[in-house]
Nanobody, 122 residues
């Protein structure tokens, strides 16, 4: 069974930084494509960042402020979020799949974490 676990959310002030982490455990030897999405009660789940065949990809609202990186262990990754804004407030989800057909499409991913809350408020 594949498990996806996020960590690192919290309450920060505008302009602060925060780092999220994600770890995927599953079948021995499997490698997963991984991505970050976020969601608020008012919006659909939105693409944030992903690795796509060696190239980092970002949603337009976070490009230049957020950075995705691989962890030291296989199937782990981080999301460094800088210059946070109140509109970044959301539940952030880690998604994984062995072969997503579109890296930015939430429907491409079979496995999801429970989400971690990020709140940016003064």
């Amino acid at each position: 069974q594949v498990q996806v676990v996020e960590s690192g959310g919290g309450l920060v002030r505008p302009g602060d930084s925060l780092r999220l982490s994600c770890a995927v455990s599953g079948r021995t030897g499997s490698r997963y494509f991984m991505a970050w999405f976020r969601q608020t009660p008012e919006k659909e789940r939105e693409f944030v960042a992903a690795f796509n065949w060696g190239v980092d990809r970002y949603g337009p609202s976070v490009e230049g402020r957020f950075t995705i990186s691989r962890g030291d262990a296989i199937n782990t990754m981080h999301l460094q979020m800088n210059s946070l804004r109140p509109e970044d407030t959301a539940v952030y989800y880690c998604a994984a799949d062995e072969r997503p057909y579109e890296y930015y499409n939430r429907n491409s991913y079979d496995y999801w974490g429970q989400g971690t809350q990020v709140t940016v408020s003064s």
